[in-house]
């Protein structure tokens, strides 16, 4: 065979490689696996078996513009068409004909295959721009895989931004902020009366439009210029302070578009801008007459459920609601030696378990009758109208009681404060009667205390004889025609 061979010499010794280089390709890798043979011939034998297995390879066609939608998928798996000019460059087809460029390189010493992008989004000549592209980048020791990732994570950083942007709970509004709070703790949490104030104090940063300011860019002078908007209505004013700073402690304890290192704007915000003290009402305090006046028109009207209820809110200073939504299963050995009264917390105001002892004859006597008529049921006063419920409304006995006792300006809730007043008039502790009655302070309980006249006489006079001198002094001289004699 002479040295320079013929095109057709080469393709017959090809074909000829094709169909012997199996054996000769098991051979080799023998010999380079022989740890007896020297290492340079083990080498010489992985490059040679390296070599034939290549050319064994089915040669492939060349990848164009015109053939790259046609050529033939395998039958299984995938296959790469890599005659497309640029080293690296090509083109992956599977068995399902799905097609796709893909840059196979070398990038600090690791063999690497980078999916540049489907067919349908690049031709071949925008596929060879782009393999051009990150040839350059390799050059410079940039991994493609490295610029995809970082773009990925820029991406994904772009949709989070835009994601919490859209997302109240990230940036709220103080409207936005104030239902969550009613609906998340109010709701579940506060009674009617305090879910109705903490709405009408929305309400009024609505109408003043104080509710579309997001809780970031709320400050504190923001707050002292809503309570000037409100100092007409000063009693609403401290409301609305007190509802903006439970709302924005509300935000900070939860992460709501505010953190632990924010200070809640409504914070130390003078809430009182007049004196707005209670205006001073006159006490009745009923004198004994007028509270036999009071059984006597009870007792007239004792086959009501409600003159009952009436009578043992006068008995026990207890709250309206405590007595209407009394149930039998809180009172324990009603007919023993010990009975007491046990208000769950769920009911107390204070949210804390409060114990009555039943010591009073008057107060026991009453509910032993009550249980005879109503002992099987839940409710120690059941609703007539609505079955399985406790009495609603007393209101209308209790106007033609007061009114039989010539009490007519007399309210329901002060039969709490006779309660307290006639226990700390006889000279109980202000703490006992506190605790019986369930107030978190003594400062309450003597709010609601009140003297009546005749013992308000008593303390005065044993006060002067308290401050008397020990011994007679002079008598003051008389005057006469507005001079000294």
Avoid at 138 to 155: H, L
Wanted: glycine share 6%; charged share 25%; aromatic share 6%.
């Amino acid at each position: 065979m002479s040295e320079k061979m013929t095109r057709r010499d080469r393709a017959r010794k090809s074909v000829s490689d094709s169909v012997s280089g199996a054996p000769k390709i098991a051979k080799l890798l023998r010999l380079a696996a022989d740890p007896a043979a020297f290492e340079g011939e083990r080498a010489v034998a992985l490059r040679k078996a390296a070599d034939l297995t290549e050319r064994a390879q089915p040669s492939t066609p060349r990848v164009t513009e015109k053939n790259v939608d046609s050529l033939p998928a395998p039958e299984s798996g995938s296959v790469i068409y890599r005659e497309t000019g640029i080293a690296g460059l090509g083109l992956r087809v599977t068995a399902a004909g799905a097609r796709a460029w893909t840059l196979d390189y070398v990038c600090a010493g690791r063999q690497r295959r980078y999916t540049v992008g489907p067919r349908h989004a690049f031709t071949l000549k925008a596929a060879t721009i782009e393999a051009k592209r990150l040839h350059g980048l390799i050059a410079q020791g940039i991994d493609p895989f490295d610029v995809k990732a970082e773009r990925e994570a820029a991406a994904a950083a772009r949709l989070e931004a835009e994601r919490a942007a859209a997302d109240p709970n990230t940036d709220p509004t103080v409207a936005h902020l104030a239902k969550r709070w009613l609906a998340d703790y109010a709701d579940q949490h506060l009674r009617p009366n305090s879910r109705r104030t903490a709405r009408n104090s929305l309400k009024r940063i609505e109408a003043l439009k104080f509710d579309r300011k997001k809780i970031r860019e709320v400050t504190r002078r923001d707050v002292q210029a809503l309570m000037k908007e409100l100092r007409e209505t000063p009693i609403a004013a401290n409301r609305t302070r007190s509802f903006l700073s439970t709302i924005f402690n509300y935000a900070i304890a939860n992460g709501i578009g505010l953190t632990e290192a924010n200070v809640n704007p409504a914070r130390r915000v003078k809430g009182s801008l007049v004196d707005n003290a209670e205006p001073p009402r006159k006490v009745i305090v009923p004198s004994q007459k007028q509270i036999d006046a009071l059984h006597a028109a009870l007792d007239a009207r004792a086959e009501y459920p409600s003159a009952a209820a009436i009578r043992l809110l006068l008995l026990t200073g207890a709250r309206k609601s405590e007595v209407l939504g009394l149930e039998w299963q809180e009172i324990d050995d009603l007919l023993g030696d010990n009975p007491a009264w046990t208000l769950p917390p769920e009911r107390a105001k204070q949210k804390k378990a409060r114990w009555f002892p039943l010591a009073d004859p008057q107060v026991l006597g009453l509910l032993r009758r009550l249980y005879a008529k109503t002992g099987r049921g839940k409710y120690v006063f059941p609703s007539a109208l609505c079955p399985g419920a406790p009495l609603k409304d007393i209101n209308a006995l209790w106007y033609s009681v007061r009114d039989a006792a010539g009490l007519s300006r007399f309210r329901l809730h002060d039969l709490r404060h006779v309660f307290v007043s006639r226990g700390l008039n006889t000279g109980e502790s202000i703490f006992a009667v506190g605790e019986l009655v369930g107030h978190s302070s003594a400062y309450m309980t003597a709010r609601y205390g009140h003297l009546d006249n005749r013992t308000a006489a008593e303390v005065a006079k044993r006060i002067g004889s308290g401050l008397a001198p020990t011994k007679p002094s002079a008598p003051i001289p008389a005057e006469t025609n507005g001079a000294s004699a």
